[in-house]
Structures are given as structure tokens and as C-alpha cells.
């Protein structure tokens, strides 16, 4: 059952690594670092392991430290860590369960007591991201809701910021859907909502790029990487999925059909970023659409328009 987990060993004994991989790697996906930096760039990648296993007395940061780190990032604190150690004083175990790891494995190794904790805590991992994505999707539409769009906001200018790469964010709204619902009814506006949603979805390019229900008929997608000619683009691609469904409406003062209208903004992150900076930014960008005749993308820039 625990084919897909990935497990990330720790450890600056090139033998301890080999020893926990030669045990784990018929049931797992072995990732492995040496060093304390390592373990780090590992964790805050795009492939995040599902449990690390670290060892305590490392050169350079040691594995107290480098829990203390990944427990105080947004991006790891999820994943769970069992320290690998020699160390058998209470005093020591105490230390490593109050900076967040969730269980001990000494050394040296006995495989069945490796095997069942490793086992046991990839089991409640997957318990608790399935609660996680529950709790983070909305309810009507079935995509990820505002919480979710915050959270992962927050994340990706945090690794942007990292890699000194792009990120763009696309805030979108169904034109004049106050109409809608006033004229075609309740249900009707929740049917067009579930189909503004799957559309907006349809058109994500890359696996990183994340689509949420923002509030009521607002829509955001959040694309790592993107530029702003990028972002336009897909901006445009999210109007004419929508303008394609067909779906009437008539009271609408722009079109015979639902239309969106959609901001872009683009920044290259720094750490001290609020998200909220690029929210205002897209916000603003929203604004101008509407006020230039909805049924367009704009940026600060430049306008794309049916």
C-alpha cells in the first residue's frame, strides 16, 4: 500500500544510508542527503518527501537543527520526522519530540521495528492529507477553495522567492452573475458556477498551475513560473473555455452568453512579499477589465479582448 510514498534518509554514514534503503526501498521511494543543507533542498523541492528520516549528530546542522528549520517553514512543517539515533537518554528523546518530530528509530537498526514506524506514520500522513484536501476543496464546485488558494499563495512566493523565478496570478469574474441568478434562478447559477469551474480547471498548461474558487463567482489561478505573456495567454484561454460552454444569458449587458472578466499580475517574489501585494496587484488589474467593458483580460500593460 505504500508503493508511491517517498522517504528521505538523512544521514552523513554513506553505510547508515545504504542499511535504511536496502530496507525500505521495495515499499518506498528512496530519496537520500548527507548533510543538513541537503536534507533541506530536498524537502523544499518540487518532489517533497512523505517522512524523513534524520539523523540527530550530523556535521555542520545537526538533525535538531534542521527539524527546528523545516517545522518553521510553511512548506515542510507537514511532513513528519523520525529521528535516526544512537542516543537512547530520555532527555534526548524529550529534546527531539518538543521541536516537532513524531518518533525515534536507534541505531543500530532492528527491521521489523523500522518497517512498522515507518509504516505506521506513512499510514496516518495519508490519513491526515486526505482530511487536509477535504477541508481545502470547495464544496460546491469541487475545486480548491479560498483557504486552499491562501495557503498554496503564500507557498509559492515563498519558493519563488527561493529560486528568483516568476509568478503570476489571474483573478477572474463571471459578468454580471447577480443577473444571472436574479433571472435563471438559484440552481441554475450553482450549475453555471460547477461549469465555470471544470472549464477554468480544463485549461491548466502544467501541473503547477493551480485553479481555486476565490469567492462567490470569483475565480484565481496561480501559475508558478509564468511570465506575463504567459499568464496573458492562459488568461485568454480561460475566457474563450468559458465563452465556449454557451450558456445563456440573457440579462448579461456584454454578451448573449457568459463571459468572464479577468486581472493579471506578474512579480518576481522577494522574501519579505505579502501575498496580499500580489492580490491588490491582480485586483486592480480585475477593476480595469470591468471598467474598460468586462469580457477581457487586462494586465497594467496590455489588454486582450474579443
Known sequence: ?????????????????????????????????????????????????????????????????????????????????????????????????EIGAVDYITKPFNPVIVKARVRTHIQLKRKT?????????????????RRNFDVTLEKEISRSARSKSFLSLILMDIDFFKKYNDHYGHVAGDSCLRQVAKAVEGVKKRDSDFAARYGGEEFAMILPGADMKGAMQLAEDVRCAVAALNIQHTTSDVAEYVSLSLGVATILPDQKMSPVDLIKA?????????ANGRNCVINSFSQIKK
Open 1 to 97: 500500500m505504500d508503493e508511491f510514498s517517498r522517504i528521505l534518509i538523512v544521514d552523513d554514514e554513506r553505510y547508515n544510508i545504504k542499511v535504511l534503503t536496502d530496507l525500505l526501498r521495495e515499499d518506498h521511494k528512496i530519496m537520500a542527503a548527507k548533510t543538513g543543507e541537503q536534507a533541506l533542498n530536498a524537502a523544499q523541492g518540487p518532489n517533497p518527501p512523505d517522512l524523513i528520516l534524520l539523523d540527530i549528530m550530523m556535521p555542520g546542522l545537526d538533525g535538531y537543527e534542521v527539524c527546528k528549520r523545516l517545522k518553521a517553514d510553511n512548506l515542510t512543517a507537514h511532513i513528519p520526522v523520525i529521528f535516526v539515533t544512537a542516543l537512547d537518554a530520555s532527555d534526548d528523546e524529550a529534546k527531539g519530540f
Open 129 to 145: 492529507d486526505l482530511l487536509d484536501r477535504m477541508a481545502l476543496l470547495d464544496g460546491l464546485t469541487g475545486i480548491p477553495n
Open 282 to 290: 491582480a485586483d486592480k488589474s480585475l477593476y480595469q477589465a470591468k
